[in-house]
């Protein structure tokens, strides 16, 4: 049973609740788990009051953030074409978006995933994938995701494909090989990241190093 709480204007409430209620059936059926964990979502109206919650100034793509507790902050869904670059049909693909980050926190607990495969699975059971298959082509740089991996290093290229890459890349892998073993490199991380570490791991899982299988996405 989903186990949330929708803060925000009443207005419209009880059909965003229902939409809550359907993401959350949709991405536990496809992660083969129960969203029966707590979790916050908090509606805004204004930009101004969502950029003061998560303590930041945003772009105008920008709608939805969850935090390092889990909460999750999404502008309401009537604000999205006044307040933002999205129309409201995106809503719900940027809730699903939002709530996967919670769903990972269960998954890995205090464990430290890669931003790039965060993101990419983020944008993979949102349905996000097809606007980016849809765009042209694009340069790729050699090992191009060992560059997304940390905070620092997704900030520097976040503006050179890095939501692309990692979208397309991580559709690539679960496509290729299935959820299963995007979930069981997941359950493998530990709490601190060390991509040495990690290209160990993936070659385990996967029967193919980290290098190779993105050189094998780059020439599909």
């Not at 496809?30 to 204004?46: T, W």
């Not at 999750?72 to 709530?99: R, V």
């Not at 995701?145 to 679960?174: M, P, Q, R």
Request: charged share 25%.
């Amino acid at each position: 049973m989903s186990n949330f709480t929708l803060q925000g204007p009443k207005r419209g409430l009880n059909v965003i609740k229902k939409e809550v209620e359907k993401a959350l059936a949709d991405l536990g059926g496809q992660l083969h788990i129960p969203a029966d964990f707590p979790i916050v979502i908090r509606l805004h109206e204004s930009r101004a009051n969502y950029e003061k919650r998560i303590g930041m100034k945003t772009p105008p793509w920008h709608v939805g953030n969850t935090s390092a507790d889990g909460s999750i902050d999404i502008l309401h869904p009537n604000s999205f074409e006044k307040q933002s670059s999205h129309p409201k049909s995106d809503f719900i693909k940027i809730l699903k978006h939002e709530l996967w980050h919670a769903f990972a926190k269960k998954i890995v607990g205090a464990a430290a995933i890669p931003v790039w495969l965060n993101e990419g699975i983020a944008m993979y059971v949102a349905g996000q994938v097809d606007q980016y298959k849809n765009q042209r082509g694009y340069y790729i740089e050699e090992n191009y995701v060992a560059k997304l991996s940390t905070e620092y290093g997704w900030s520097v290229y976040a503006n050179h494909d890095a939501y692309k890459h990692a979208c397309l890349f991580t559709s690539f892998l679960i496509e290729k090989y299935s959820f299963e073993k995007i979930l069981g490199l997941l359950r493998s991380l530990n709490k601190n990241y060390y991509h040495p570490q990690f290209e160990e791991k993936f070659k385990e899982i996967f029967g193919i190093s980290l290098s190779e299988a993105e050189r094998n996405f780059a020439n599909q």
